[in-house]
């Protein structure tokens, strides 16, 4: 299958977008445009704001001023519709842990088209867990459930990509798996990683730091 064909041409742009928490400014007038067909670097230490950011574009997180716009093959996209086109893997997203992996895939997938027609026993062998496929995700490691976020954002079909640390708690072989199927996402997808550690992102991506818009 031509993963190309069933990807839309994604935009987001923000201008002056501002995010405030209390008294305290987390960034402030940042101007930017993400499109689809590249890989987007935010960076900056930790506490600089780099996880606010990607809540805020992914619509989770209100503005505090500026203005966000997505935009669907040329066409303004209202953000209660953002969601469909999105994927998203954090260190603090929750899984169900009464579930079994093969719960957990069975029901993520049934809201989320699964790249490439995979069926769940592939993905399970595809990210080293077809040993696991009748384990609770409470009995899983730390690593395992990092395993697992990450999969079930890469395997699906979508617009945007957002990943947030990606590398968290993973080991050199998850690590190197994780990279893999990154780099295994369609050509014309938009992808945007938050992190401080080169190796989580390709050499190629547009930087952004967060440490340029914290005034």
Known sequence: MNETRNVSHFSISVNNLSKRFNREWIFRNLSYEFHSGKTYAITGP????????????????????????YNLEGNSLPVEDVYKHLAIATPYMDLIEEFTLQEMLKFHF???AVRSDLRFDELARRMY????MDKHLVNFSSGMRQRLRLALALYSRASVYFLDEPGTNLDAVAFDW????????????LVIIASNDPDEYPAESTRLSMSDHKT
Request: glycine letters at 12%.
């Open 110 to 112: 049934s809201l989320k």
């Open 46 to 69: 930790n506490g600089s704001g780099k996880s606010t950011l990607l809540q805020v574009l992914w619509g989770q997180v209100p503005q505090t001023s500026g203005t966000l716009e």
């Open 178 to 189: 994780y990279r893999k199927e990154l780099g295994a996402l369609p050509p014309s997808a």
């Open 129 to 132: 867990l077809e040993d696991a």
